[in-house]
């Protein structure tokens, strides 16, 4: 039986495939206004240099003005100050005079198959695993688009991440680099689809994940803002059933991260040496200082709670009680994020809205970086968050995350200086994956 629903399972990807290139194929490039369209990979042709832009290194902050970027293939060559970079035969030039450039943004908590309470949520109740990975592949291009060229999947149905992950590093399909933790893993009536119960059950859960290709495990340890029973600071897991996901997660090298609301769950699960926490809603300076100590990542999702998301969530329709979670959790939440940034907690940046959902006027990737300046962040250090400490969270700093040579070509224009003013990330106009051209509006 277990040997059937596998084979169906595979076969279900293999289709989602075919029917995602099928489909895409036949989209005209008028489908998004001024964009530019590529596949990947790159194919063989000339070098590419971007001249007369402003580098910004988030490294450390210095910029580098009139500078050259030289590209070859999907990677940088070399980075520096016009004069200074040699330009080979036949190289070809992309002048962008005033413009300022960074790496790709990644964001580190996104659903593209999010469903959540309300009219919007119930029309896909019924939603078949195919129109379920064509809608995720839609919303997976439109992230691309708004500048987001890496995320990580906290949480999707049926391996569709996995099908979608296929396609977009194929070639066959737009959308940014993914990390994948699979289906959210809970105890019985927690907040997760994939619910399992005591040490052996929850063990074997993960051990599917990873076997699926998860290079995260995402588990529930407390309540959450969408479910309509239960406090979200209530801690849902034994430590034993937490130690099982860990331990196993761990032996096979992979990180967990634990959606988290409660400080007890955070107390026995810090112990234990979990990697990261989603939202952190009700997390006290206690627990914040020991994820200090010990290196635990946070990702805030601080825009869920923030009154800008209140444009999301009547689109939505969302239900009345689930905006009264949201409005009870949002001081609590803000208060942890302060804290957090005092503290020098590793923060990366995460939204659990989609990558390019409208928030507060700009997009809700944008918005989340302005909300850890007002916070107390330096813009600086928000655009680390946005850029290389996911990068390092994700093990991927040799590759993305920083404009530097050897790295992917995953790079943003902006008409501003985000170091001066952050609020410069809502003028993205330009965005590049691995040096192919996705959107340009100035071209």
């Not at 609020?423 to 509006?441: D, H, T």
Request: some cysteine; charged content about 20%.
């Amino acid at each position: 039986m277990w040997q059937s629903f596998l084979a169906y399972r595979r076969t279900l990807r293999s289709l989602a495939i075919a029917c995602m290139t099928a489909l895409f194929a036949s989209w005209p490039a008028a489908a998004v206004p001024t964009a530019v369209f590529a596949q990947a990979p790159v194919p063989p042709g000339p070098p590419l240099a971007i001249v007369g832009a402003s580098v910004i290194k988030v490294e450390d902050g210095s910029v580098i003005r009139d500078a050259v970027v030289l590209i070859e293939g999907d990677r940088i060559k070399a980075v520096g100050p016009a004069g200074s970079v040699a330009l080979p035969a036949g190289v070809r030039t992309l002048r962008m005079n005033g413009k300022w450039l960074l790496p790709g943004l990644l964001n580190m908590h996104v659903h593209f198959g999010l469903k959540l309470p309300g009219p919007a949520g119930a029309a896909l109740a019924d939603e078949n695993d195919m129109a379920l990975v064509l809608r995720m592949a839609e919303n997976a291009r439109l992230s691309l688009y708004s500048g987001v060229t890496t995320v990580r999947l906290t949480g999707e149905y049926h391996a569709a991440d996995f099908a979608l992950k296929a396609a977009i590093d194929g070639g066959k399909l737009l959308g940014p680099r993914i990390q994948s933790a699979g289906e959210i893993i809970a105890t019985t009536g927690g907040h997760g689809d994939l619910e399992a119960d005591g040490a052996d059950a929850l063990a074997k859960a993960v051990r599917q994940q990873i076997k699926n290709g998860a290079t995260w495990i995402k588990v529930a340890i407390s309540g959450g803002i969408s479910d309509s029973h239960g406090s979200i600071a209530a801690s849902t897991m034994t430590k034993a059933e937490m130690q099982s996901v860990i331990e196993v997660a761990h032996r096979n090298g992979v990180k967990v991260t634990a959606h988290n609301g409660s400080p007890v769950a955070a107390d026995e699960s810090l112990a234990l040496g979990i990697d990261c926490f989603e939202h952190g809603y009700h997390l006290t300076e206690s627990q914040l200082r020991v994820m200090k100590a010990n290196g635990t990542w946070l990702v805030p999702t601080a825009v869920v709670t923030d009154e800008g998301a209140m444009e999301f969530y009547r689109k939505i329709g969302s239900p009345p009680w689930y905006l009264e979670r949201v409005r009870s959790t949002r001081v609590d939440h803000h208060k942890m994020l302060q804290n957090a940034i005092r503290l020098g907690v590793n923060i990366a940046l995460g939204t659990d809205q989609f990558p390019y959902e409208p928030n507060a006027g700009t997009t809700a990737t944008v918005h989340e970086a302005e909300l850890y300046v007002a916070a107390g962040m330096k813009p600086l250090d928000a655009l680390r968050a946005a850029t290389r400490n996911p990068a390092r969270m994700l093990g991927m700093e040799a590759d993305v995350g920083s404009l530097e040579p050897g790295h992917y070509a995953d790079i943003i224009a902006l008409s501003a200086n985000p170091l001066e003013d952050i609020a410069a990330l809502r003028g993205i106009g330009f965005v590049m994956k691995g040096g192919q051209v996705v959107r340009s509006e100035t071209l």
